[in-house]
């Protein structure tokens, strides 16, 4: 069976620095790319951007670019969501997903809050 | 950037068929792909490439795309099928990718 799952909920101070994570099991997993998708309480899903374990190729939505860092083990089979200085709005459950064509299936999610 | 827009929301009664839309501008060379998000749960894919359905997603569900246009459609919804519902595509460079801003179902 597929799986992603995700490390746990996060409670961080404005300012500090959080790396979550998301480690696939049951499939290749240098062979696909994995997406990260934010959602804020209340809101939509956002594509944020993927990277592709075998080579580390990256890519970033424009509204997250140089905002997060996307990087991925895949010694481990494990992929990385990091920021260096959290900022309240970041707070928001954050999936991510093996993504072909499409995003299935998906993590369980790791809840982010950023308060001081 | 390139945006996908989705009706806030959507209500049918039980039986009914609900019919929720997306419309993006590269729609009319690229799939559409649809995800159903219950309260407090992971989105689970439901249509992909504007039409085809997921082993274990009900027959209920279906998909098409015409033009700019792409259209979720439950027929016969259940109370079950309450939920969230995103479309999502890509734009027509293929680097990024974007989700509708998501459509809240009630079936009552």
């Known amino acids: 069976e597929v799986q992603l799952v995700q490390s746990g909920a996060e409670v961080k101070k404005p300012g500090e620095s959080l790396k979550i994570s998301c480690k696939g099991s049951?499939?290749?997993?240098?062979?696909?790319?994995i997406g990260w998708v934010r959602q804020m309480p209340g809101k939509g899903l956002e594509w944020m951007g993927i990277?592709?374990?075998?080579?580390?190729?990256?890519r970033y939505s424009p509204s997250f670019q140089g905002q997060v860092t996307i990087s991925a083990d895949k010694s481990i089979s494990t992929a990385y969501l990091q920021w260096s200085s959290l900022k309240a709005s970041d707070s928001a459950m954050y999936y991510c997903a093996r993504q072909g064509n499409w995003i299935d299936p998906w993590g369980q999610g790791t809840l982010v809050t950023v308060s001081s | 950037s390139y945006e996908l827009t989705q009706p806030p929301s959507v209500s049918v009664s039980p039986g009914q068929t609900a019919r929720i839309t997306c419309s993006g501008d590269a729609l009319p060379k690229k799939y559409a792909y649809w995800y159903q998000q219950k309260s407090g749960q992971a989105p689970v894919l439901v249509i992909y490439e504007d039409s085809k359905r997921p082993s274990g997603i009900p027959e209920r569900f279906s998909g098409s795309r015409s033009g700019t246009m792409a259209t979720l459609t439950i027929s016969g919804a259940q109370v079950e099928d309450e939920a969230d519902y995103h479309c999502?595509?890509?734009?027509?460079?293929?680097?990024?990718?974007?989700f509708g801003g998501g459509t809240k179902l009630t079936v009552l």
């Open positions: 990277i592709y374990p075998g080579d580390s190729d990256t």
């Open positions: 049951g499939y290749s997993f240098t062979s696909y790319w």
């Open positions: 999502y595509s890509t734009d027509s460079s293929n680097n990024h990718w974007v």
